[in-house]
C-alpha cells in the first residue's frame, strides 16, 4: 500500500527514453571534510562535464554491491506499457497499463480481465492510464485512487479519479474525477502522475510542465498545477494549512514547484517525502520535499538541452531555490521508487530503490544524513526498462516494466 503508517508497502526514458521562509537548506550545503575515497558507480562522460556539484557527494556517489543474492520471478507477461503495480493486502497486484487498462494480477501470477468503469482516457505518446494507489482505509471501503490523462476540450491534462473496486476485482463504482490539472493543453508530453498518500492521510499528486518550451514557464508560477507537488484531501478538497491557500492568484493544492517531469515520489520511513524528477540529459534530480519551496525549474538545473545546448537562462545554483539531494549525469530516466523496510533484505532496510528506463535497471541508494553515500545498479541482465517499483506486504520487491510486451516481476532473497 503506498502509504506511511507504520509500513511502507511497496516516459519515455527522460523524454529521451507567499515566498517561503528562508532555511537552511535553501543553500548549497557545504563539505565538512576532504572529498571520499571510493570508486564512483558511474564513469561514462557527463553530458555537461562543465557543470559542478554544489556540495561534495551529489552526483556520481560510491559504488557498492549487495551482499544478499536475490532471485527474480516472472509472475505475468505480455503486459503492454505496464506504468504502475500496487500491491494489495492479500497479496494480488493491481497494475495498470498505460493503453487505458486497469487489472489484477494474483500473487501467483493469475492475469485477471481489464477492470470496468474507468472514465475516458487520452492513451498517446506518454499519455493514459498511469499510477493507481490505495486508500489508507481501503482494507474498509475497498476505495482506490488513479491518475491519468484526461481528454478535454481544447486538449488533455492530468487528472485523478478516485472509485470504489468490486468485491470481484472485475470494476470500479462511485467513479468521480477528484483534480484536474490546468491549464489544459494539446500535446502528448510531461504528465508527471505519481500519486501517494502521507501519513497525514493527505494524497500527493506530481504533474509535469507538459514539456514544450513555451509551457516550461509554468512550473515556476503560482497561479497553475503544472511542474508541482500537490496535496489534496481525499475527497477532492483543499487542506487548508496547504503553503499558497491564501495567497491571491495562487492554485491551493500546491505544496511545492519548480519541477520538470515527477515520475517518481515515496515517503520515507520517518514519513518525508522525497521525488526523482526527471532532468535533461544529465539533470536527473534526487529531491527532498518541503513545505512550500522552490525547486528551480527551468531556472536553476542541471544538465544540458537534448539538443546539447545548454538550457536557456538556467545557473545549477541560485538564491533561494532547493538544491537537489542528488543528481545524475547521465541520466537514469527515472520512474517509480521505494524506501525498503521489510524484512526479506534487511541489508537493504532504509534504502531507496527507483527504476531506470534508459539503462534498464533498478537503482539502489543509500542514504545517510539526507545524502546519497553509495549508489548499486540491479537487473540490468534482464534489458528491461523498469517503470515501477513498490514493496509488496511480503517483504518483496515488486517490478512492471515498460514494454510492448510488458513484465511484472517478484524479487525474493534466494
Not at 100 to 113: C, K, L, N, P, Y
Not at 340 to 355: A, D, H, I, K, Q
Amino acid at each position: 500500500m503506498r502509504r506511511v503508517a507504520g509500513i511502507l508497502v511497496l516516459l519515455v526514458a527522460a523524454c529521451g527514453d507567499a515566498e517561503p521562509a528562508t532555511s537552511q537548506s535553501q543553500q548549497p550545503p557545504q563539505s565538512s571534510g576532504p572529498a571520499q575515497q571510493c570508486t564512483p558507480l558511474e564513469t561514462r562522460p557527463a553530458n555537461a562535464p562543465d557543470q559542478r556539484p554544489a556540495f561534495e557527494g551529489q552526483t556520481r556517489a560510491c559504488a557498492m554491491k549487495s551482499e544478499t543474492a536475490t532471485a527474480v520471478t516472472v509472475l505475468a507477461r505480455n503486459l503492454v506499457h505496464p506504468w504502475a503495480v500496487e500491491p494489495l493486502p492479500n497479496g494480488d497486484l493491481l497494475v495498470t497499463e498505460r493503453p487505458g487498462r486497469m487489472r489484477i494480477i494474483t500473487a501467483s501470477g493469475q492475469i485477471g480481465e481489464p477492470i470496468t468503469g474507468l472514465p475516458n482516457i487520452d492513451a498517446r505518446n506518454q499519455g493514459g492510464l498511469l499510477d493507481v494507489a490505495l486508500s489508507p482505509t481501503f482494507a474498509n471501503d475497498r476505495t482506490i485512487f488513479w491518475s491519468f490523462t484526461e481528454p478535454r476540450e481544447g486538449g488533455n491534462g492530468t487528472s485523478v479519479a478516485r472509485g470504489v473496486l468490486s468485491a470481484d476485482g472485475r470494476s470500479v463504482g462511485d467513479v468521480r474525477v477528484i483534480f484536474r490539472a490546468l491549464p489544459t493543453y494539446n500535446n502528448t508530453m510531461h504528465f508527471g502522475s505519481r500519486l501517494a498518500f502521507g501519513p497525514d492521510g493527505k494524497l500527493y499528486i506530481t504533474t509535469g510542465e507538459r514539456s514544450d518550451t513555451p509551457m516550461r514557464k509554468h512550473a515556476q508560477q503560482l497561479d497553475n498545477h503544472l511542474g508541482k507537488v500537490l496535496r489534496i484531501n481525499a475527497d477532492g478538497s483543499i487542506p487548508q494549512d496547504n503553503p499558497f491557500v491564501n495567497q491571491a492568484g495562487a492554485k491551493p493544492e500546491i505544496w511545492s514547484y519548480g519541477h520538470r517531469n515527477t515520475q517518481a515520489m515515496a515517503f520515507d520511513p520517518e514519513g518525508r517525502l522525497w521525488i526523482v524528477e526527471h532532468g535533461t540529459r544529465g539533470g536527473d534530480e534526487l529531491n527532498l520535499i518541503e513545505k512550500g519551496r522552490n525547486y528551480g525549474w527551468p531556472v536553476q538545473a542541471y544538465g544540458e538541452e537534448y539538443s546539447g545546448q545548454p538550457i536557456a537562462g538556467a545557473e545549477t545554483v541560485r538564491p533561494g531555490m532547493q538544491q537537489p539531494v542528488y543528481y545524475w549525469d547521465p541520466v537514469i530516466a527515472p520512474s517509480g521508487m521505494q524506501f525498503y523496510t521489510g524484512s526479506m533484505f534487511p541489508e537493504w532496510r532504509g534504502n531507496l530503490f527507483v527504476g531506470s528506463m534508459v539503462d534498464k535497471q533498478l537503482v539502489r541508494l543509500r542514504l545517510a544524513d539526507n545524502r546519497v553515500t553509495g549508489e548499486e545498479r540491479l537487473l540490468g541482465d534482464r534489458r528491461q526498462r523498469v517503470r515501477d517499483v513498490r514493496q509488496g506486504p511480503d517483504g518483496a520487491l515488486y517490478i512492471v516494466t515498460d514494454e510492448q510486451n510488458g513484465e511484472l516481476w517478484r524479487v525474493t532473497k534466494r
